[in-house]
T-cell receptor, first 117, second 115 residues
Framework: AQSVTQPDIHITVSEGASLELRCNYS??????LFWYVQSPGQGLQLLLK??????LVQGIKGFEAEFKRSQSSFNLRKPSVHWSDAAEYFC???????????????FGTGTRLQVTL | NAGVTQTPKFQVLKTGQSMTLQCAQD?????MYWYRQDPGMGLRLIYY???????DKGEVPNGYNVSRLNKREFSLRLESAAPSQTSVYFC??????????????FGPGTRLTVL
């Protein structure tokens, strides 16, 4: 069965500091990997996604993530955090989108990021 | 483009009451989903619809029913609400036409409290 583990429930960083959020997955086939962000009281917004090719992918808001197949990891990074990045971050894994099928995603339990000024 | 919309935003029910959560998308997506989000548990899939006319159970379907009214709309019904169904409910949609990425787009959520 597929699963996603985000080992850090809560992380606090200072504004301007670098950030790395961890994500480990278990998936039987070639995984599609996603990072979503959820601001308080809002829905989930896609930050970035990975299927194949370059293992370092760039997303919105200055985020990037690196896929490491040997470690089954897809960690999210940002060189310099802004106060507006305070939110909850979810990693997800799912299948390729096939016509006529739903792309059911499995989500991690999330990491809440707090940014101190 | 409104994307994915959900109504209502907030709802308080008494145990045993019924209600329907509405979801609509204007992206011409084939697939739609209902999730619930509870603290420390991430998002859990309740039901999904791969395409118009089909629905399937997800991880936590008990106590819920769904209707894929047409390609745009996918509703979630609680027939007899229980306190354990207090949660935030999210609707999502994805292309479902065979595109490579097929990421999901989410609505703003409905916060439901069952007393």
């Amino acid at each position: 069965a597929q699963s996603v583990t985000q080992p850090d429930i809560h992380i606090t960083v200072s504004e301007g500091a670098s950030l790395e959020l961890r994500c480990n997955y278990s998936y039987g086939a070639t995984p599609y990997l996603f990072w979503y962000v959820q601001s308080p009281g809002q829905g989930l917004q896609l930050l970035l996604k990975y299927f194949s090719g370059d293992t370092l992918v760039q997303g919105i808001k200055g985020f990037e993530a690196e896929f490491k197949r040997s470690q089954s990891s897809f960690n999210l990074r940002k060189p310099s955090v802004h106060w507006s990045d305070a939110a909850e971050y979810f990693c997800a894994v799912g299948p390729r989108g096939l016509s006529g099928t739903a792309s059911k995603l499995t989500f991690g339990t999330g990491t809440r990021l707090q940014v101190t000024l | 483009n409104a994307g994915v919309t959900q109504t209502p935003k907030f709802q308080v029910l008494k145990t045993g009451q019924s209600m329907t959560l509405q979801c609509a998308q204007d992206m011409n997506h084939n697939s739609m989903y209902w999730y619930r989000q509870d603290p420390g548990m991430g998002l859990r899939l309740i039901y999904y619809s791969a395409s118009e006319g089909t629905t399937d159970k997800g991880e936590v379907p008990n106590g819920y029913n769904v209707s894929r009214l047409n390609k745009r709309e996918f509703s979630l019904r609680l027939e007899s609400a229980a306190p354990s169904q207090t949660s935030v409910y999210f609707c999502a949609s994805s292309d479902g036409s065979g595109g490579v990425y097929n990421e999901q787009f989410f609505g703003p959520g409905t916060r439901l409290t069952v007393l």
